[in-house]
């Protein structure tokens, strides 16, 4: 585990690093997207799509990772890529009629909602950083709706 001199044990990550990496991915996303043109239609999120679907495709050859239980996974698996195509339509279009800046930061707040559906559908309790996190976000979006 970690702290061992075993050069082959295995490191726990806390998730910095990983999450860092995810929101600075996700900045550049809602970016680039804002900056679309509004001629280009829907066209940002079709390349978009293509974009993950060889990387990821390219991940699964490299890796060739065990599919066990993906049959029973399927029907959540396309849900939330539907649900994940529409809201980033939707953020697209929202960002055409409004500011980035007010688009941007609500968009940020989806980590709320996984948050509420853990404990909702898994029934996972709050951490003490979640709560507080939830918290914050909500007393954020007052202020924004506030003006």
Known sequence: GAGTDDPTARHESSGIIEALGAGIG??????????????????????????????????ILI?????AGLRES??????????DVAANV????ATRQGLLSLVAVLTSMYPATT????????HERFARAQAVGLILAAAAVALIATG
């Open 63 to 67: 890796k060739r990772p065990s599919i």
């Open 74 to 83: 399927r029907a959540g698996i396309i849900v939330a890529g539907v649900l």
């Open 26 to 59: 996700f900045g550049f996303f809602f970016v680039l997207l804002a900056e679309a043109g509004s001629d280009s239609g829907l066209y940002p999120i079709l390349f978009a799509r293509v974009g993950s679907l060889a990387l990821v495709g390219t991940i």
């Open 90 to 93: 939707l953020y697209l279009l």
């Open 115 to 122: 948050v509420l559906l853990a404990r909702t559908v898994l």
